[in-house]
């Protein structure tokens, strides 16, 4: 904890958004844009798995198509 509380935070992101003029974008909206960035400039999947606190790799393959080496598992065919 930063010691900043969750309000806080909300103000600020909406006086930011404001001065930007870009009050459509949500705050997640710049996780997910730092996730698809590093994986588009070739950082590991584990490295942006650590950088974005998932708790497991399944959750950073969401991002992965933007990997540029990235294979995705083959689906299982019975």
Do not use: C
Not at 10 to 15: G, K, T
Request: aromatic share 12%.
């Amino acid at each position: 904890m930063t010691g900043l509380k969750r309000g806080d935070v909300r103000r600020f992101w909406r006086w930011t958004r404001k001065k930007a003029k870009v009050e459509h974008i949500r705050f997640h909206d710049l996780r997910h844009t730092a996730a698809s960035e590093m994986l588009r400039r070739g950082v590991l999947l584990r490295e942006v798995q650590y950088v974005m606190g998932h708790s497991s790799a399944r959750m950073t393959e969401r991002y992965a198509h933007f990997a540029p080496t990235f294979n995705a598992p083959k689906a299982l065919s019975w």
